[in-house]
């Protein structure tokens, strides 16, 4: 965008040389179903600000699959919005949260949380989560009122680097917040991937009950925006609407959203798109570890992080979009793929073809 | 919604009695236009945040409308967020914005711009609009450190009374500003209606040489939503898209804002429908005017004020949607009438009727 | 202060010529009994940060005058920033707070509250005071999630133009928050002058009961600097060294505070010092009065707002400090003499005398 | 104090049983100047706010001293005030200050920087110091307008644990910062210590040419309270005064201040005191290594950290007030020792002779 010339991401849109971008898991539009439920729908008039009979009864659908009838549930546009909401309205200005060090709230939303005053203590995290070790050592330094008081634990399922939690550690995080007085917070912006992931054990509802509020991601799994927070704790419900509305979150056409989560809601398709994404990432994962090569982490989610050498990643990159996550050594890198809803499987097919060719002209 | 049962406002939808609200131009979808688009474009991958292709072009062809190819523009979800944002990335920490005391920013945004740190001062405004006398009645009073420094002046155009700007008062505005070393910033929520009403002799590029900062409203005017923001002061556009990320308003999926906002101006859209919610306005003043009635205010677009009596507007309730603004006397009320890009003239039309049949009644 | 070329007070210190300023209360440094404290127990350590022997000696004492002993009381530097602190501890993000127009968070602290994230609620008011029908009208606008939430009223006694609270006053307006889920704050930069006014009513354990959080102004009546910050609401009490240490008002040598509260009240010398300055304050309005002239309003603490003639105002400033208050035609303005501790009485009988001088020369 | 039963730190004030605390440089009043000269102005009529005689005065010695007459001077009451107004008026809201881990501000103010809505990006830092490699790996990693954008570097002479920072160093620091754009703020709480430490060999005069702006720290060498903002870098200057009144931090009885930095710097007892202190801290290191003890760091300011036998601190504690600053092995920790401007050598000789008693018990 020659609009901001003070940006430094590359800024150019995909070029057309490129077949496929795994970049991430919302290069597209919606789901088709998506955009459907909207045709039908656009020229009934409803209420706004969320109080639309969508909205409405797709809160009734989404209170059944958690199975609380007592959660509130709000709808946002994006997932930096739903954290910096979430964060400050629950914490008092002297209170912190603590959070890993790779956690999107420390390091991809432009300081959004200390923008609403509050102190992100930062616990380092080889796998992205957080156990209640982690959140013992902060609550041990920090001992008097010259210090912030820590009081929300932020967690992502799936992390950054796609691990998900099973749901003993959730459990285990859950009781060790619960005796300590503090609030236990999940980021679901990639929730379907963690919950249809081959490793989980965790259901939505036993979800629901382990924390105090969460948020279920849409826009990267299948709808063009809208992340639906989630809130069981009693004290966290209070005048939400207050703070949704002044932080310019409460859309005037809140039918949107409402739209969304409910065709995403009221037959599954959230969970059958996320599991298609990840079948795409485990196909992914499998051909690559076939060809011999290794992985930064091990993931069972839409994100995958092979490792393969510069030459080949270089070759790779004219055919497929990707990011390098990180160098390894002087001759290898680490890459990040992502799939999606919109994955297709001759696609992944494709690519493995193409490692492999590359592969052996390597050799 | 019974999630919230702290909220005062009415919650249940439009009961089906009603034929038709004119409680506001937000109770449709989009403008089937934008639908198709969206279809059109769905499986495209594009790069995300606001750097796909159809932002892109969105951007070019507005900066030509604009005759302004140095204009910054940006798109964002929503109102408040425009104006939080806006406000926030242009002041410093002890400087204040000035306002009509009907202006959006001061009443109906939950103190969202204090809640970035901004004092707001208010002038009292018998139209809505703000004049020079007003802006200079505030600076007056600020003199030194012990009080805020205003800087920064919000209007609407149209105002939250219907009312517009003529191109003298603007100019005279912007005049004004520019002499005392202060920006002007303008709400363009329902600027499409402002613009193509009657009495309006002011054009788009010369409204963006006037003011500072304005932004384009297309939740109001046809979009699912989304407003697009034109920076023209050079201070100003820095670094903007980290303002924009830091309040939670850079949609992963930005193509959704990009291609309404390509819709609405690639082929003057934007001008068609907001000229079509007027002449609605229109005629349903004439028609109320020829009744005998009487109007709060003097609007030419797509906002009415007509005073009723309130036997009348109970009436009426039963059939049509609308807001009661304000008590005139014991036996009338001023109510509010909106109309959009998807009102009907068979809707104004039995309006109308209807509400001859029910005055005749009364008589 | 060739400091900052940018501030717009008159910035020159008093010129030898004047002999006595009545500009405001805190042109001197502190009463004798407070230095003499001050070198007495000089080089006694101890601990730092408020938990000195003689700020909890002070809070002892203060809590029998208070006859509450469950008041929790904290010692600040300054009016701005007791108000600043108090105010962000109570109000969650969307919540706001009701004052007077001519309120001194208004007017005169830069935006400190609204920097803190809050909303002022304006209510005009010709005497500086709020009624439970001024606070009701707020109430009465403010209705949906749309809007702030009142939930504080911030009241001043005496106020910025000297005017008190009555008993029955406070006890109504007391009696309407607490029915409405209101906290009331009463700020007391004043409080001294305020309770041993002539035409005052209210005794300090009668104020303690009427009012959720308070404080005592110092600064004002005697110590060089110092506002005690008495919390009798419980739920405001918590946490609340952290509000301070966080807003950077935790003082390290906090003894300085605590040695001058402790000198303050333990005999009296807060009452017996503001005293003296409303009697100073008697003595100028009577004289003033005698000569025939009218005030802009009735006042028995210690600032007064004589009208007098434009001549005489520019004579008398020669020789005296003050401020022109307001203009009230074109021959006359009222001014504003502050009276103090340190006021003498012969100061004022030149004071009446010179006015006498001047008036006679006139007519 | 039962004021506040949340609170954690110990509050009982000092034992009586205790001979000295070497807890910290803030146990005592102030120097004994200092009183002497409130005690002769006591009486003056000043201007309020910081316009007073004195504080201009003070403001032109110290701009002597400075070598610097552009250098704008502010004095503030503490250092947490101090850091919280310097960073805050400097930064916008998306840019962040880069700190040590240790550093003051990222530990020990209750978040105060991150409530005004800045992230501290920290380094781990070995020796409280940073080097401009620590500060470069920060840069390298914030990117794009998803991260924050670092902005100001915020350093302390001496730094908390009593390090210091040499000539060649701070002008290292310097020049990295003015390449890459940042602002370097240096903060002095400990200031006179450090440029009177015997390994020092950085002059005031030297120091304010290689950052944009520091405080000279008062409260912890010999004043009441007080720090002094020196602002050297034209931008940072504009205004300031708005920002210290916004936050509380501008005192009516300015003089408090001006006189104390005029008591301070006048006769240069601001160095002596320093120097003093730093000498009683050599003594001490000198008595404590020559009975065979070894130190956490090497540090020729007034903050030593021995480390000892527990059975000794234990022995130590009945007589003596310190800190145990962190556990070394099963059997050692290390002990904090501050000396200041009121320690006396009588008082340092009979430590050394209490430890060395206790040193021939245990073998």
């Given at each position: 965008?020659?609009?901001?010339?003070?940006?430094?991401?590359?800024?150019?849109?995909?070029?057309?040389?490129?077949?496929?971008?795994?970049?991430?898991?919302?290069?597209?539009?919606?789901?088709?179903?998506?955009?459907?439920?909207?045709?039908?729908?656009?020229?009934?008039?409803?209420?706004?600000?969320?109080?639309?009979?969508?909205?409405?009864?797709?809160?009734?659908?989404?209170?059944?699959?958690?199975?609380?009838?007592?959660?509130?549930?709000?709808?946002?546009?994006?997932?930096?919005?739903?954290n910096?909401?979430?964060i400050?309205?629950?914490l008092?200005?002297?209170e912190s949260v603590i959070a890993a060090d790779t956690g999107h709230i420390n390091v991809h939303e432009?300081?959004?949380i200390e923008?609403?005053?509050h102190k992100i203590n930062v616990v380092h995290s080889k796998d992205g989560k957080l156990a209640p070790k982690d959140v013992e050592s902060v609550l041990e330094f920090h001992t008097?009122?010259?210090m912030v008081k820590p009081r929300l634990v932020y967690i992502s399922n799936s992390t950054e680097i796609?691990t998900i939690y099973?749901?003993?550690e959730l459990?285990e995080l859950s009781l060790f917040c619960?005796s300590n007085n503090l609030l236990l917070f999940l980021d679901?912006?990639?929730?379907?991937?963690?919950?249809?992931?081959?490793?989980?054990?965790?259901?939505?509802?036993?979800?629901?009950?382990?924390v105090?509020?969460?948020?279920?991601?849409?826009?990267?799994?299948?709808?063009?925006?809208?992340?639906?927070?989630?809130?069981?704790?009693?004290?966290?419900?209070?005048?939400?609407?207050?703070?949704?509305?002044?932080?310019?979150?409460?859309?005037?056409?809140?039918?949107?959203?409402?739209?969304?989560?409910?065709?995403?809601?009221?037959?599954?398709?959230?969970?059958?798109?996320?599991?298609?994404?990840?079948?795409?990432?485990?196909?992914?994962?499998?051909?690559?570890?076939?060809?011999?090569?290794?992985?930064?982490v091990?993931?069972?989610?839409?994100?995958?992080?092979?490792?393969?050498?510069?030459?080949?990643?270089?070759?790779?990159?004219?055919?497929?979009?990707?990011?390098?996550?990180?160098?390894?050594?002087?001759?290898?890198?680490?890459?990040?793929?992502?799939?999606?809803?919109?994955?297709?499987?001759?696609?992944?097919?494709?690519?493995?073809?193409?490692?492999?060719?590359?592969?052996?002209?390597?050799?």
């Amino acid at each position: 965008m020659s609009n901001s010339t003070e940006k430094n991401s590359t800024q150019e849109h995909l070029s057309k040389a490129v077949v496929y971008s795994f970049k991430n898991d919302y290069s597209e539009g919606a789901h088709p179903s998506i955009l459907e439920a909207m045709m039908e729908t656009n020229l009934h008039q409803q209420e706004g600000y969320g109080e639309d009979a969508y909205s409405l009864e797709a809160i009734k659908i989404m209170r059944e699959k958690l199975q609380s009838d007592q959660a509130d549930i709000h709808f946002v546009a994006g997932g930096t919005q739903a954290n910096l909401i979430v964060i400050s309205s629950i914490l008092k200005p002297y209170e912190s949260v603590i959070a890993a060090d790779t956690g999107h709230i420390n390091v991809h939303e432009t300081g959004a949380i200390e923008a609403t005053g509050h102190k992100i203590n930062v616990v380092h995290s080889k796998d992205g989560k957080l156990a209640p070790k982690d959140v013992e050592s902060v609550l041990e330094f920090h001992t008097d009122e010259h210090m912030v008081k820590p009081r929300l634990v932020y967690i992502s399922n799936s992390t950054e680097i796609g691990t998900i939690y099973k749901k003993k550690e959730l459990e285990e995080l859950s009781l060790f917040c619960k005796s300590n007085n503090l609030l236990l917070f999940l980021d679901g912006a990639r929730l379907g991937s963690a919950l249809t992931a081959e490793e989980n054990d965790l259901s939505l509802p036993e979800l629901a009950k382990l924390v105090d509020v969460f948020y279920i991601g849409g826009t990267k799994n299948g709808a063009l925006l809208g992340e639906a927070i989630i809130i069981t704790n009693d004290e966290a419900k209070k005048d939400f609407r207050f703070h949704l509305k002044q932080k310019g979150a409460l859309l005037a056409k809140g039918r949107l959203l409402g739209i969304q989560f409910l065709t995403l809601f009221k037959k599954n398709l959230f969970f059958h798109s996320a599991r298609h994404a990840n079948e795409m990432a485990e196909r992914l994962s499998e051909g690559i570890q076939s060809l011999g090569y290794k992985f930064l982490v091990q993931s069972t989610s839409n994100q995958i992080f092979p490792i393969l050498p510069n030459d080949i990643i270089d070759q790779l990159s004219n055919k497929y979009g990707f990011y390098v996550w990180c160098k390894i050594d002087d001759k290898t890198s680490a890459i990040r793929l992502v799939t999606s809803w919109a994955t297709k499987e001759e696609t992944v097919n494709s690519f493995i073809k193409d490692l492999e060719a590359l592969s052996e002209m390597i050799e």
